[in-house]
């Protein structure tokens, strides 16, 4: 077996584990289906397997989208350095 296959199983389950679980779910559902003969296990594994990648591609969708926002406005100077506040002083000489 490759040395980064489980590297990269292991990124990818972290990314996103809820739909990795769905689709390691419908995988075993479609392998135990398959191996049976049992075509209905095997349907709703493929339908389950169908919907992790759906909501995959949905959630990197939402996550480009995201990024193509506006960047965020600046209310604070960026160097305080330039343009130093006034000082904070009790004078009592009067």
Known sequence: ??????????????????????LVVGAVDSVIGGVWEKSTLLSSGLVVILLSVILRYWKTQKAQHLVTKD?????????????PLPRLTNDKSR
């Open 1 to 22: 077996m490759n040395v980064f296959f489980p590297r990269f199983l292991k990124k990818t389950y972290r990314k996103d584990p809820i739909s990795s679980f769905i």
């Open 71 to 83: 960047p965020p406005r600046r209310y604070l100077l960026l160097s305080p350095m330039r343009s």
